[in-house]
């Protein structure tokens, strides 16, 4: 799931600056599992636009926030969200794009979206992929160095590495010493010789060849 | 003098010293420094922005050094570079008749002095050394015909002291298939270790240029200890360090006795003195 962060209030107040009439979106799915964009949340900015002075409309959580379809039928039906100046969302940016695009009126990010996290136990993410575009878990023990390592090596571990650990926060571990180690397990090691050829920049910013839009058919 | 490959192929032992270009742009005393060196090392490593802190461009400072008619060690790291801009300075470097270069990933950001800066890693140490060979037959990385090769003698870096040793040992062996050939080790204090990893790695008859970092007191010697990674000093040199009335000596003596026993084991020496380039001098005649 996405993992959110919750903005500072007073970076999300500057950027309402003069809308008076705000309607908060949470997200039911991973901004409600992240606990940063459920009920709870929303409740808690709506009292702190009170107390900012101004006119906090109402909210909803959608089930999904990021599904623009969902949105515009549920912003069509809600007189509180069409009273509303400005939208503050809090959602992870596909969800707050998917508010953007169901409606004209301004929309304001409540949330950082940081990485696509597994969760270990409820509440607990573990920040395992970076959504590259060209998976290769396959040849990496099933342990992503494109996310995990903060180079994202592709060939390591590189000469930072100090007892196991990472030269760049020596309380973690380096996920190159963790590959070999799961390689080792199963008498693989002597795969990590071979070279990972470098990466296409797959879904980094500003590739000129993406795909902004895939649509797949519901199977019969 | 003989060039740092001539040196390598004639077997002899080797020595280079290492050098980090001025933050700025007044290179009066970083020349005078080269000048100094010149007859008494083979080659000169220039760092690249070393440690991410930021300095003068280690291509222009190579090129210095070659104009002062000494052998420069091209050092050049993925951080700060895509694959356009590495192979268009390494183009760059052929024309100004650099011939070493020591491929490096580079260190985090996060270590130096613009901490916010993006990250590139567009390609490893690994992944570069195959370029560079790839621009030594005369196509870049995507195959693309070169009008005029390269003939780059490239190198890596090896941690000799690190452990677990596996991983290290398997990234080696992925850079000598990648290319390198020879290696530069980052500072080595315990001679007998250093001759037993050769051991372990000796059926790949690679040239290795053991490190040397030059200690001048007990503080500074602590100092690296804590806060830079993958240096272990022993508390045996700490305590002759701190024990000495003048300890400065004492390092040149240290620096000199280690490079005497790493004469058996490593291809030679690569001297880091970290702004006391004048004692490489004294450190070379003690030997
Ligand atoms: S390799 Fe890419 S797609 Fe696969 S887990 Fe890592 S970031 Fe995600
Ligand atoms: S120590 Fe390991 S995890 Fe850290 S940067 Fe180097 S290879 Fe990556």
């Known amino acids: ?220 | 003098m003989k060039t740092l490959s001539e040196a390598i192929r004639h077997r002899e032992f080797v020595v280079t010293a290492e050098l980090s270009p001025r933050k700025g742009t007044i290179v009066a005393n970083f020349i005078k420094t080269v000048h100094a060196l010149k007859d008494k090392v083979h080659a000169i490593n220039i760092t690249d922005n070393q440690r991410a802190v930021m300095r003068m461009s280690s291509l222009v400072a190579s090129y210095l050094v070659l104009r002062e008619g000494v052998d420069p060690v091209y050092q050049i790291t993925c951080r700060d570079r895509n694959r356009l801009a590495l192979q268009s300075d390494l183009l760059g470097a052929s024309v100004l008749g650099i011939r070493n270069v020591l491929a490096l990933t580079g260190d985090h950001p996060s270590a130096g002095d613009a901490p916010e800066a993006k990250p590139v890693f567009d390609l490893d140490a690994t992944t570069l050394l195959q370029t560079i060979g790839k621009l030594n037959t005369g196509v870049d990385l995507n195959d693309h015909p070169l009008k005029g090769a390269t003939s780059f003698f490239a190198g890596a870096a090896l941690t000799p002291q690190t452990s677990p040793l596996e991983p290290a040992l398997l990234a080696l062996e992925r850079k000598i298939h990648a290319g390198a050939q020879f290696f530069q080790t980052q500072p080595v204090f315990d001679a007998g270790a250093f001759a037993s990893f050769m051991e372990k790695i000796a059926a790949f008859r690679v040239p290795v240029m053991a490190g040397i970092l030059l200690l001048h007191s007990a503080e500074q010697a602590i100092n690296l200890n804590a806060h830079v990674p993958g240096i272990k000093i022993p508390d045996v040199l700490i305590k002759r360090l701190a024990a000495s009335p003048d300890p400065h000596a004492e390092g040149i003596d240290i620096a000199a006795g280690l490079i005497g026993e790493l004469k058996q084991s490593a291809q030679g020496v690569h001297i880091m003195t970290v702004g006391q380039e004048k004692d490489i001098h004294s450190i070379l005649e003690r030997i």
């Not at chain 1, 006119?55 to 509303?84: D, N, W, Y």
């Not at chain 1, 590959?179 to 879904?203: C, F, H, V, W």
């Open chain 1, 1 to 220: 799931m996405i993992v959110t962060d919750i903005k500072p209030v007073q970076e999300v107040l500057d950027a309402l600056g003069g809308y008076r009439k705000v309607f908060v979106v949470g997200c039911g799915s991973c901004a409600t599992a992240s606990r940063t964009g459920g009920e709870e949340e929303c409740t808690a900015w709506l009292q702190e636009l009170e107390r900012s002075g101004k006119e906090p409309a109402g909210f909803f959580v959608p089930e999904e926030t990021c599904h623009v379809f969902l949105l515009k039928s549920m912003i069509r039906q809600s007189e509180a969200a069409a009273s509303a100046d400005a939208f503050l969302v809090l959602a992870c940016g596909a969800g707050i794009q998917a508010v953007s695009a169901a409606t004209d009126k301004p929309v304001v990010a409540g949330l950082n979206s940081m990485f696509l996290g597994t969760t270990y136990r409820a509440g607990e993410f573990l920040k395992y992929c970076s959504l590259c575009g060209s998976c290769v878990l396959s040849s990496t023990a099933g342990i992503c160095p494109v996310t995990r390592c903060p180079k994202g090596l592709l060939n390591g571990p590189c000469g930072g590495m100090v007892n196991g650990m990472c030269e760049v926060d020596n309380t973690v571990a380096c996920v190159w010493v963790d590959i070999y180690e799961r390689l080792k397990s199963r008498d693989q090691q002597k795969s990590m010789t071979r070279i990972n050829k470098p990466k296409s920049a797959g879904n980094a910013r500003h590739r000129k060849v993406e795909p902004q839009r895939i649509a797949r058919k519901a199977h019969p």
